[in-house]
């Protein structure tokens, strides 16, 4: 049964930084993506970053592009979220999620999801 949980959300100030993780099992992921969405309140899910988990190769929302940074370590299983200048607008529930097909840019494309984590980030 794959597994993926969250941590690492909370509260933070405009300007400061938040580390998420991933923790995943229950399956190789040799071939996946992993990615991070967030849904704001009143808002649809939105695509945030993805990894892929054999070769490392990323790609960003332009949103968060030179803020934020994915990375995996295959080691431990887990997948990282470094969240720098954060900002009002970057509140939302935080999700991992793992893809073996598409671009890996849509949730429909994911088929394991974590249950989220809160950023909350005040002005």
């Known amino acids: 049964q794959v597994q993926l949980v969250e941590s690492g959300g909370g509260l933070v100030q405009a300007g400061g930084s938040l580390r998420l993780s991933c923790a995943a099992s229950?399956?190789?992921?040799?071939?996946?993506?992993m990615g991070w969405f967030r849904q704001a309140p009143g808002k649809e899910r939105e695509f945030v970053a993805r990894?892929?988990?054999?070769?490392?190769?990323?790609y960003y929302a332009d949103s968060v592009k030179g803020r934020f940074t994915i990375s995996r370590d295959k080691h431990k299983n887990t997948v990282f979220l470094q969240m720098n200048s954060l900002q009002p607008e970057d509140t939302a529930v935080y999700f991992c999620?793992?893809?073996?097909?598409?671009?890996?840019?849509?949730?429909?494309?994911?088929?394991?999801w974590g249950q989220g984590t809160q950023v909350t980030v005040s002005s």
């Open positions: 999620a793992a893809s073996i097909r598409g671009s890996r840019l849509h949730d429909w494309e994911y088929d394991y």
């Open positions: 229950g399956r190789t992921f040799d071939g996946y993506h």
């Open positions: 990894v892929g988990w054999s070769s490392g190769t990323t």
